[in-house]
């Protein structure tokens, strides 16, 4: 079974609009990360925003807010403001519970392709 | 404070050729992870280095090997090349109580 998974393989916003992609995971260990990566078309991964299981709100940086529903296993990322910049793939990630460390490997789902258009 | 580092930027191969990527984690870090990222798939799990040990190891057979040296940096090593090698491979670093990891640039690889 995935761990990650993102249902939409591409997303459209108008500048200054906000978009939410979605992501769902998978996963039996009461403890583990959710992460969110935007990647340009340079390549490099660029950590966006941070969420950890045991967390009782959302997380927010700056204009991403990481919309958490634990019951659901759901971590919907939304951009407010979409801006021309924001035009990437974007990927969800997990990391699972090692006793408690923060390291490990992360599970990334397949990505969803956002387009700003003005 | 200077970013992951990896080297070469791109290279390109023959089948059955072996080829050695390089990456530096940011100073500090003991972690090293390697991913594979084909075209159009997300990133897949290669390698997890820490300490100079290696720690977890993704579903790749074993001519994906690697290391890490005792001031962290990391090599991924890639026997007998196949055309299906080809990707961007992204190694990145961090350190305990660091939640997010830190990606380089990544290294293109081509197998012709």
């Known amino acids: 079974a995935q761990k990650i998974t993102q249902t939409q393989p591409g997303m459209f916003v108008q500048e200054k609009e906000a978009v939410t992609l979605d992501c769902t995971y998978d996963?039996?260990?009461?403890?583990?990360?959710l992460f969110w990566y935007k990647q340009p078309s340079s390549g490099e991964m660029i950590f966006l925003i941070y969420?950890?299981?045991?967390?009782?709100q959302n997380a927010t940086e700056g204009r991403y807010s990481l919309n958490f529903q634990k019951a659901r296993k759901s971590a919907n990322l939304v951009i407010s403001a979409s801006q021309l910049g924001d035009s990437a793939m974007y990927f969800c990630?997990?990391?699972?519970?090692?006793?408690?460390?923060?390291?490990?490997?992360?599970?990334f789902g397949r990505g969803t392709q956002l387009t700003v258009w003005p | 404070e200077a970013g992951v580092t990896q080297s070469p930027t791109h290279l390109i191969k023959t089948r059955g050729q072996q080829v050695t990527l390089r990456c530096s984690p940011i100073?500090?870090?003991?972690?090293v992870y390697w991913y594979q990222q084909a075209l159009g798939l997300g990133l897949q799990f290669l390698l997890w280095?820490?300490?100079?040990?290696?720690?977890n190891r993704g579903n790749f057979p074993p001519r994906f090997s690697g290391r890490q040296f005792p001031n962290y940096s990391s090599e991924l090593n890639v026997n007998a090349l196949e055309l299906e090698d080809s990707a961007l491979y992204l190694c990145?670093?961090?350190?305990?109580?660091?939640?997010?990891?830190?990606f380089g640039p990544g290294t293109r690889l081509t197998v012709t």
């Open positions: 280095y820490d300490e100079g040990e290696e720690r």
């Open positions: 990630a997990m990391r699972e519970g090692e006793g408690g460390s923060t390291l490990g490997r992360l599970y």
């Open positions: 100073s500090g870090h003991t972690s």
């Open positions: 990145a670093s961090n350190v305990n109580r660091a939640y997010e990891q830190y």
């Open positions: 969420q950890g299981s045991y967390d009782q």
């Open positions: 996963t039996s260990d009461p403890s583990y990360g």
